[in-house]
């Protein structure tokens, strides 16, 4: 970045002061990132959960790619780019927390095409949304179903319920 076009260029690019003020107060991070994977724009959300995250405070201008592991986000890249070419693409993906944290990580995950003023995609908004907690209570409800359906299979003389009270 650098230039005075650039600059102008880079700042037309982000949302409008009542745009902004939507965008804060979704239930989803929200970051949009030009089509060089700069970051125009995110909310608190987004920044609060990089930070929780990466432990990494997020900045406009700088690389998407200082935060995240390029090498590791193929899938990233791919929906970037089909949202950089005008389709929105929807994905739930599981996503390992750093070594020093341990565990993963679920969301769910939008890229949207950002249009300028003629038409054309010049970057991407990504939204998320943390759904780690439906997935482990999916998970659990795997769990008990088949702790049930192994209980009902081994058991061929059925059950007695007593209500002693």
Same mark, same amino acid.
């Given at each position: ?13 982000? $949302? ?83 070594? #020093? ?10 890229? #949207? $095409? ?12 990504? #939204? ?36 002693? #009270?």
């Amino acid at each position: 970045m650098g230039t005075r076009t650039e600059i102008r260029k880079f700042k037309s690019l982000a $949302p409008s002061a009542q745009m902004k003020s939507l965008l804060e107060h979704s239930d989803r991070s929200i970051i949009i990132l030009d089509s060089e994977f700069r970051i125009l724009w995110f909310n608190s959300k987004a920044s609060s959960e990089m930070y929780a995250y990466f432990n990494e405070e997020m900045k406009t201008g700088s690389s998407y790619w200082d935060f995240v592991e390029r090498d590791s986000n193929k899938r990233f890249i791919r929906n970037f780019n089909a949202a950089l070419g005008g389709r929105t693409i929807s994905v739930q993906q599981r996503i390992p927390k750093p070594s #020093s944290q341990g565990g993963e990580l679920w969301i769910d995950g939008r890229f #949207s $095409p950002m249009h300028n003023e003629n038409g054309q995609p010049v970057g991407v908004i990504y #939204s998320y949304k943390n759904i780690s907690d439906i997935k482990k209570a999916e998970q659990e409800e795997k769990e008990q179903a088949l702790v049930i359906q192994a209980i009902d299979h081994n058991n061929s003389q059925g059950f007695i319920l007593i209500d002693d #009270s």
